[in-house]
């Protein structure tokens, strides 16, 4: 299986935890920006046409704030220059304060099937503190213009003064709201971010306290429908997310777009973080590519049982004999012992057991070169 992701840098205004390249000042640029995706695109296509994408993803940033018309251009380039499956899962993240009607109608009808919303928490006075630009009276709008859509909501644990019950009315507004499928993670004070001086000033929640949230938050969503398949992913009974399951079995993805990254032939590589950058690779017929590394077998064996020990499917350990040629109980068999009572092993496939699954960390270290 492979992806596309395609990164759209702007937004309205940087949330306060945000580490993600976005540039709320520069929307003037967006029509330049989307004309050189458009013609990366068609340098990528050449170079993979012996590809079939099952997936293409719509991130950022914040892509639901730029012209509806460029996301239209967008999904028809990929269409046009890439070989994407028919039947592909074309995914767009949308701020629910960026939304309309007309922009979600021209989204369909372009071809986009899945939508990915910003909820983070139903409590205003929390959004307002993150940074967010749009409250719970708008969110609730936006799910009413995707009823009957394929839809997944993000909700933030740890946030300042965050209580368990603030936890339930969020996962009830997202499970109300008609999503298929609910995100559920812990916020990360990133050094650089101004959330980060609350950190310092150990106004947010400690580790035990977070993991206490996320233990309530994930029975909440069992009672409300809500299978786990990865430590933060959570949905209705089939409705995985595609492009998601696809990072997490390791297959291969194209990023485009400033600061995207890839995977494609063992070979992970990463565009520019820099906009004006980008803009002169592209305008000279180069591909914006700063950083390459092709990943040895020692790599490709830790990222493998990295990605799969997050996931509710866990590892397929004769799969992994197969791919590797080797025996995995033996060459992890101190790794096995000492997590023994943190593990669980049937039918081939070994699993973090439930509850420890949120500080899966500390296990899967012990099995990395």
């Known amino acids: 299986m492979a992806g596309i992701y395609v990164h759209i840098p702007f937004c309205r205004q940087k949330c306060r935890y945000c580490d993600f390249t976005s540039f709320p000042d520069k929307i003037g640029f967006a029509e330049s920006y989307m004309a050189c995706l458009y013609h990366e695109m068609a340098m990528r296509g050449e170079e993979l046409k012996a590809y079939t994408f099952q997936t293409l993803y719509i991130g950022g940033g914040t892509p639901s704030v730029v012209d509806e018309k460029y996301i239209a251009m967008l999904v028809a380039a990929a269409k046009k220059y890439f070989n994407l499956s028919p039947q592909a899962e074309i995914t767009i993240e949308m701020n629910p304060g960026t939304v309309s009607a007309g922009k979600i109608a021209l989204y369909k009808k372009c071809g986009i099937n899945r939508f990915s919303v910003g909820l983070q928490t139903a409590v205003d006075s929390q959004l307002e503190d993150l940074g967010r630009c749009h409250n719970l009276k708008e969110f609730t709008a936006c799910a009413k213009l995707l009823k009957g859509e394929n839809f997944s909501v993000d909700v933030m644990l740890g ?114 973080f820099d906009l004006d950058e980008y803009f002169k690779c592209i305008m000279t017929n180069r591909f914006p590519v700063v950083d390459s590394q ?76």
């Not at 943190?342 to 509850?355: A, F, V, W």
Request: aromatic content about 10%.
């Open 159 to 272: 946030l300042k003064g965050q209580t368990l019950e603030d936890i339930g009315k969020s996962i009830t507004v997202a499970a109300e709201s008609g999503a298929s499928h609910i995100s559920m993670y812990a916020l990360t004070p990133e050094d650089g971010t101004p959330i980060y001086t609350d950190y310092l000033n150990g106004e947010l929640p400690d580790g035990d306290e977070v993991a206490k949230m996320y233990a309530y938050g994930a029975e909440k969503l069992k009672q409300a429908g809500f299978e786990r398949y990865e430590v933060s992913n959570f949905c209705k009974k089939g409705m995985e997310s595609k492009h998601n399951l696809n990072y997490w079995r390791r297959g291969e993805y194209i990023g485009l777009g400033v600061s995207a990254s890839s995977c494609i032939a063992n070979v992970r590589f990463t565009n520019t």
């Open 294 to 369: 092709e990943i040895d077998e020692e790599g490709r064996r830790d990222e493998t049982i990295m990605l799969a020990l997050r996931t509710a499917e866990g590892l397929d350990t004769g799969k992994f004999n197969s791919l590797f040629n080797c025996d995995f109980e033996k060459l992890y068999s101190r790794a096995l012992e000492k997590n023994g009572k943190y593990l669980t092993c049937e039918n081939g496939r070994l699993k973090i057991k439930d509850e420890y699954l949120f500080v899966q960390n500390s296990i899967i270290c012990d099995f990395l070169s």
